[in-house]
């Protein structure tokens, strides 16, 4: 195979890659999966390293099986998202490692050597499994991987019997739409998130022939129209950082997809100020509960 992985969308200041770089990012809509690139493939490759533990060392360790002995590997992230780790977690695989920092990030490089060290183990601890807990197929990266985000759990009490079509913006596991789809009269609901690990947990835990996925930004557009719901706990973060504008691009597209008399169904962390953006796509909004920092909106067009 050879070329070059690039994993996430690094500064490209920090992080110059060719500009045919494969892209195996599981939040990049059609990007490959970086799973599926063969062992030993690659010739060199970019991570932008996520945050949490487990899953940036899953990431670390799947980039390395991909990588070919003497093969380039240039790691980065923020020194408060991971960073500060990286270079030990690189050297914990058996890496010799160079580290340096740049605009409040961490960047390593580092050649792979013929033997590595812990790369089953940390794949195991990253990979996809059934949580016994949760009763449901989760993975570490994926939104609230290891409980009920309590903003769902609001919406849940408070979800009202829907019927016809409908959409889940923001699906993560499926734990709504496990809920919505308890309902005979839903006729088709389609999940739909833009991280593909959350859409391959679903597909397992909603086995619904209602159900269809999609693995898509909402913010992009979708082939969703004439819907007679939609459910969602938007995002409000993007990259660590919170952007209020995620939650404004949700409900735009909620509006969009619905058609006349439709109803949107949404939680919001309490301090977001999505009551103006209701308003202007919609004709009616109530709220319906508010409570434990969150709030619960529905609206009609």
Known sequence: MGGHGLYGRPPRELAPTPADAVQVSPLIPGSQALEDLSDGGLDAATLLAPPGVAERRYVL??????????????ALAP??????????ELAAFGLEVAESGRRHHRICHAVRPAELRGLDDAIAAGAPRLSKTLGLWTQPGVFAWDRVDPGSALLLDHLPPLEGRGADLGCGLGVLARAVLASK????LALVDIDRRAVDCARRNVDDPRARFLWADVRG???LADLDFVVMNPPFHDGGAEDRSLGAAFIAAAARALKPGGRLLMVANRHLPYEAPLREAFGKVALLAETGGYKVHEARR
């Open 185 to 188: 009269d839903v006729a088709e």
């Open 221 to 223: 557009g979708t082939d």
């Open 61 to 74: 360790a799947q980039a390395l099986r991909a990588l070919k002995p003497g093969g380039d590997l240039l």
């Open 79 to 88: 020194k408060d998202k991971g960073g500060s780790r990286l270079g030990k």
